[in-house]
């Protein structure tokens, strides 16, 4: 079947514009997660969302990142005021709960680039 | 502190000849599970094994196994056979699941090369 995607697979923005970058999980899985790979920091939690409670956002560096899930489904991460440093690989992945056992193994779409110029 | 420490930034073998990727943790979680993902220059996270820290017995996947060392808390990666197409960044990751948190921690990740 298939994976998570993402869209776009890179963003080129400007200092101070806002960008969404989308993701769409696998079909049936119910947990969705956001990370974000950069050269300095590695790879990051930013928000997770199960079924329709309400996300963990403990992962979000500061106020200007949010994200929301429609219809259980597709997710968008939007940064307001883009910076320099958000410029990173933003990865989405999902998985089919959270048990936390094998059969919760986490997918991971291909990534968008985003580059804050 | 690190929840999970890869401390070979780069590492070489040859051909056919099998490999250990290092990798420890750090937990309180007397329940967590630890994986492993392959990151090749594509850039996607490919999902490679899996271990509970229940299980008794070591997971393997094809040419790759997991050395879990429960008590010395590492789970080191082997690939076996090596071939050209596993030249790519590998990460360890653990989900502890008694915190309640979902997310996974992530190493710094290895670099893996293999050398014709």
């Known amino acids: 079947g298939a994976g998570v995607s993402q869209s776009p697979s890179n963003k080129v923005t400007e200092k101070g514009k806002d960008v969404e970058l989308r993701c769409d999980p696998i079909?049936?899985?119910?947990?969705l997660y956001w990370y974000r790979q950069s050269l300095g920091q590695g790879l990051e939690f930013l928000i997770y969302?199960?079924?329709?409670?309400?996300?963990?956002k403990s992962g979000l560096p500061s106020d200007r990142f949010s994200a929301e899930r429609t219809g259980g489904s597709v997710s968008t991460l939007t940064i307001q005021r883009t910076q320099q440093e958000d410029s990173a690989v933003y990865l989405c992945?999902?998985?089919?709960?959270?048990?936390?056992?094998?059969?919760?193994?986490?997918?991971f779409g291909p990534g968008t680039r985003l580059t804050v110029l | 502190a690190q929840k999970i420490t890869q401390t070979q930034p780069g590492m070489f073998v040859q051909e056919k000849e099998a490999v250990t990727l290092d990798c420890t943790y750090d937990?309180?979680?007397?329940?967590?599970?630890l994986f492993w993902y392959k990151q090749p220059s594509s850039g996607e996270m490919i999902f490679l094994i899996y271990?509970?820290?229940?299980?008794?017995q070591n997971a393997t996947e094809g040419r790759y196994s997991l050395n879990f060392q429960k008590a010395r808390k590492s789970a080191n990666l082997v690939i076996s056979a090596s071939q050209l197409g596993d030249s790519a960044m590998y990460f360890c990751?653990?989900?502890?699941?008694?915190?309640?948190?979902?997310?996974?921690?992530f190493g710094t990740g290895t670099r893996l090369t293999v050398i014709p």
């Open positions: 992945a999902s998985s089919p709960g959270t048990s936390g056992g094998r059969g919760d193994t986490q997918y």
């Open positions: 079909s049936g899985h119910t947990a």
């Open positions: 969302f199960q079924g329709n409670s309400a996300p963990d």
């Open positions: 937990t309180s979680d007397p329940s967590y599970g």
């Open positions: 271990q509970g820290s229940y299980d008794q």
């Open positions: 990751a653990m989900r502890e699941k008694q915190t309640g948190a979902n997310n996974l921690f």
